[in-house]
């Protein structure tokens, strides 16, 4: 399917005297609504009538954002704020974020299949989700997705700064004709239209119905760089002040009149079809207990109060049968990943020149890498609210992508989409989990829609940390063989990568250096255990591949890895922040005596990143004492979130790097909670130091996943300066 | 009938005298701030104060607070007179998804009543709770200017050296 790509801008009038401005399939995963929508009368906030939109301007003079993205951590509406401040001159006393409803308007299907697929601006795992998404039918459709470090780059940078400047052309076209002056001879600021020489003013609420009725400008104009006072400058984050007082309501805070809460028992073979409980007698006569009820994954029981629930749970003895194809076991598993690719049967995803030409015509180098499939473990254990109201099922949890979760349940409970209300909650972490890609992926929501069909009534399941980690969507374990030869300078001449889950995005498989005869080839295997993407998605496995095995080369070419790379690298981006961490790093210079440093760098989600690792060994185990970091994201709408979520990302991936795998072992899980499945704490977390470059002209990039990727082959780079170096993830 | 003292006031329960205290608190009395993490004492998200002391509530029968005083994080502070453990974490812009970040104050918190000087060595082995986010360098930073701004007592002045470069 292929549909010209294009930009529709959309305005129009509130009841009341508002102007209201939005935009329809301007990039990624924006949010978005049609001509239709609004002919059909579009949807009421109470306030009166208002145009499914992303701003809204009162006659008051308030400015309302509307964020179709949910918020987990990564300050993406405060980002989104500070675009509409910038180019809308709003007055930042008057103007506030919220997210948007979950309702079609906010993501409209019928424009969105052609724009998005058109897209070229979206890489191939996102192409991957979209026609998934797209496949399920219109009815189905759900495009509110906050994951791919796509707020900022997409709907902000190309959908709501065009918005927020095309209304602010608007206004000042109706403020001068109100004042009476030529519009050349305007300005805008803090909510006001000026002009300068008679000193004459008049504010954006009283201007909001006649703008509403001008017709929209076709390019408006965007401020220029040197004149910002919103982007690219630190901006508190909007959702602080409510998670510091305890005053944010996650999705296991919700609170409903005669709710009843669930705990589940998975069985303990994942994938295992349970087929009862087999004391059942033991645990209805519990206090509190109400139903115990047989689902497909799990057994559920029902109480008034979570742990009366879960004590039953955990007293409840599962039966089940195997999977239908064999339990899963990871030591199995990698004997036939190994022989998959020992046996040749890859596809080709990517090739330039002939690099099994250029393989045959030398010594080759070869090494072989391992991921293990890992666990999101947000914070926030998994959770769903369930209850009903006349017609209508209500859904409370947190989720990543609200109208795909809203479909998931009309799909699971087999209603129209119109009778699901979904209220999206703040997520207590996300990572991919929550990302709602596939009714495995969806598995909390189905068993809280199950538990609630089961027993009526409101009910809310929270999972325990055990069932979080066991009934997980993982990342992809995954094995690499990679081959290179080199020329008598010591640089490449083949790479070939032969790899065995399927690739996504084979940007992110590819070396951005230059090499002249490249292959990658893959297995393109479906994963073993049910899946969703990770933080950083293919890029926290394939980044761990291509900036070791870099490294492998720049040992055996003798040379320093960071002069390595950069000899393999145009004048450029990559080059720049390379270069910035090698001189914050100090590289080159002696560290603390037992220390050494690693370098890697890796480009995704449109952000280049590089880290040097300071790494000594304790025990045989790696100690990471400091991190640098260099990030460019072309522009850094908040740099000290930016910051932030670099420092998140270095820690999320050391945490996998260091001590995460989940491993089956004939069937069962091998990992429960976190003293099984480890992560970084304040006393193995690394002391890590932030620069962000700035590149005006490169399109905006992400932040949320580009700063995982480079921490674990910039550990194991140190390690392998230490001596011994590395292969399989995880190193302690 | 299990009494205790709750933020100051007195609160009687009827439940069973296993019932860890996160979920009396959260369920029972409805003060949601206290969070569910992993119900093994690993995480510190539900750390509350019982006697004044950093307490990890999700395996902590609720018995064993009995006649105790327990303070949430719905006492720590307010918008209007936020303690200085949270006037640092809005300085420092610390919480990202900010699900920890209730056990991590109230941990703090107590580290403070302690040591008003802590040192980056105190705070490693003060506060070993979870934060997926990352957040480990503001949170050490916040705890830092906490400490900067709180009166210090007459006895002590000299760990405050120890403070040196924040990780």
Redesign the interface.
């Known amino acids: 399917m292929k549909i010209k790509r294009r930009t529709l801008m959309i305005a129009g009038g509130v009841l009341g005297g508002g102007l209201v401005v939005g935009a329809a399939g301007v990039g990624g995963y924006v949010s978005t609504f049609s001509r239709r929508d609004i002919q059909r009368g579009g949807w009421s906030d109470g306030e009166g009538r208002l145009l499914a939109a992303w701003i809204v301007l009162h006659a008051d003079g308030r400015v309302r954002v509307l964020s179709p993205h949910t918020e987990m951590g990564q300050g993406a509406q405060t980002g989104l704020l500070q675009i509409v401040l910038e180019e809308l001159d709003a007055d930042p006393s008057k103007t506030t974020v919220e997210l948007a409803p979950t309702t079609p308007q906010f993501a409209n299907s019928d424009n969105f299949a052609g724009l998005v697929m058109g897209d070229s601006d979206l890489t191939g795992w996102s192409k991957d989700f979209m026609e998934k998404t797209f496949g399920r039918g219109a009815q189905f459709m759900g495009l509110q997705i906050t994951g791919g470090s796509t707020s900022i780059r997409f709907t902000g940078w190309k959908g709501m700064r065009r918005a927020a400047a095309a209304a602010r052309q608007m206004l000042a076209e109706a403020g001068a004709e109100k004042l009476g002056v030529p519009v050349a001879d305007v300005t805008t600021a803090d909510g006001e239209v000026i002009h300068a020489s008679s000193g004459k003013r008049v504010g954006y609420g009283e201007l909001a119905e006649a703008a509403a009725a001008r017709s929209l400008p076709e390019s408006p104009a965007f401020k220029d760089a040197a004149s910002w006072k919103y982007i690219g400058k630190p901006f508190p984050r909007v959702d602080i002040p409510d998670k510091v007082f305890a005053k944010a309501v996650y999705g296991i805070d919700v609170e409903v009149p005669e709710m009843r809460y669930a705990a589940v028992a998975p069985p303990p073979v994942a994938l295992a079809t349970v087929t009862g409980v087999e004391n059942e007698a033991e645990l209805t006569p519990r206090r509190g207990v109400e139903a115990v009820i047989v689902m497909r994954d799990a057994v559920a029981v029902v109480a008034n109060n979570p742990w009366r629930a879960e004590q039953a749970a955990r007293a409840a003895k599962v039966t089940y049968e195997p999977p239908e194809g064999g339990a899963v076991d990871s030591a199995q598993l990698l004997e036939k990943q190994r022989a998959t690719i020992e046996a040749g049967e890859l596809e080709s995803v990517h090739s330039v020149g002939d690099a099994a030409g250029a393989l045959a015509s030398g010594e080759v180098i070869e090494a072989e890498y391992l991921a293990p499939f890992l666990a999101h473990a947000p914070m926030e254990p998994l959770n769903a609210t369930v209850w009903t109201d006349g017609a209508q099922v209500h859904v409370a949890s947190g989720v990543q992508a609200p109208l795909n979760a809203r479909a998931a349940v009309a799909k699971f409970m087999d209603r129209d989409l119109e009778d699901v209300v979904f209220h999206t909650h703040t997520m207590g972490g996300g990572f991919g989990r929550r990302g709602g890609t596939s009714d495995a992926n969806n598995n909390w929501l189905r068993q809280a829609v199950d538990i609630h069909e089961a027993v009526g009534g409101a009910v809310k399941l929270t999972w325990s940390r055990e069932a979080d980690v066991q009934l997980c969507s993982f990342r992809p374990a995954d094995v690499a063989r990679m081959r290179a030869v080199l020329g008598p300078d010591g640089k490449p001449t083949a790479w070939h990568a032969q790899t065995y889950a399927k690739i996504g995005s084979v940007h992110e498989a590819t070396p951005r250096y230059t090499i002249p005869n490249v292959a990658i080839d893959t297995a393109a295997a479906e994963p073993a255990l049910p899946f969703a993407y990770w933080r950083s998605v293919d890029a926290s496995t394939h980044g761990f591949f291509i900036e070791s095995f870099i490294d492998e080369l720049a040992r055996a070419a003798q040379q320093d890895p960071i002069d390595y790379r950069l000899s393999l690298l145009p004048e450029g981006r990559h080059a720049r922040v390379i270069r910035r961490v090698a001189e914050m790093s100090g590289w080159g210079k002696p560290g603390p005596e037992g220390t050494a440093k690693g370098v890697a760098m890796f480009e995704c989600f449109g952000s280049i990143v590089a880290q040097v690792a300071e790494v000594s060994h304790e025990d045989d185990i790696p100690r990471v004492h400091r991190v640098w970091c260099v990030a460019d994201c072309g522009v850094a709408i908040n740099p000290n979130a930016v910051e932030a979520q670099m420092q998140g990302g270095i820690v999320y991936g050391l945490s996998a790097a260091l001590y995460g795998a989940i491993t089956a072992k004939e069937g069962r899980i091998e990992q429960s909670n976190f003293h099984d499945y480890r992560v970084i704490r304040f006393s193995d977390g690394p002391r890590i130091d932030v620069d962000i470059l700035t590149s005006l002209d490169a399109p905006v990039g992400g932040a949320g996943e580009p700063g995982t990727p480079p921490i674990a082959p910039a550990v194991g780079n140190a390690m392998a300066a230490l001596g011994g170096r590395p292969r399989a993830l995880p190193f302690a | 009938m299990i009494s205790f003292i709750l933020n100051g006031a007195k609160q009687n329960v009827d439940?069973?005298p296993e019932?860890?205290l996160l979920?009396v608190l959260?369920?029972?009395l409805?003060l949601?701030?206290t969070?569910?993490?992993?119900?093994?004492s690993?995480?510190g998200?539900c750390t509350v104060h019982v006697d004044g002391e950093a307490t990890r509530s999700c395996v902590l029968p609720v018995s064993a607070v009995t006649n105790k005083r327990v303070e949430t994080?719905?006492s720590l502070?307010?918008?209007e007179s936020?303690h200085p453990i949270?006037q640092a974490?809005?300085d420092h812009?610390?919480?990202?998804?900010?699900?920890?970040?209730?056990g991590m104050?109230m941990t703090a918190a107590s580290l403070l009543k302690k040591k008003p000087r802590p040192s980056d060595a105190d705070?490693?082995?003060a506060?070993?709770?979870?934060?997926?986010?990352?957040?480990?360098?503001?949170?050490?930073e916040a705890i830092h200017a906490a400490a900067a701004k709180t009166p210090a007592p007459d006895i002590e002045e000299a760990p405050a050296a120890e403070e040196g470069?924040?990780?």
Not at chain 2, 35 to 40: H, L, R
């Open positions: 439940v069973e019932m860890p979920w959260r369920e029972e409805g949601r701030g969070k569910f993490g992993c119900g093994m690993l995480c998200a994080i719905e502070g307010t918008p936020p949270q974490w809005i812009q610390v919480p990202q998804c900010g699900y920890c970040q209730s104050q705070i490693d082995e506060v070993t709770n979870v934060c997926r986010c990352g957040c480990y360098a503001r949170i050490r470069e924040g990780r």
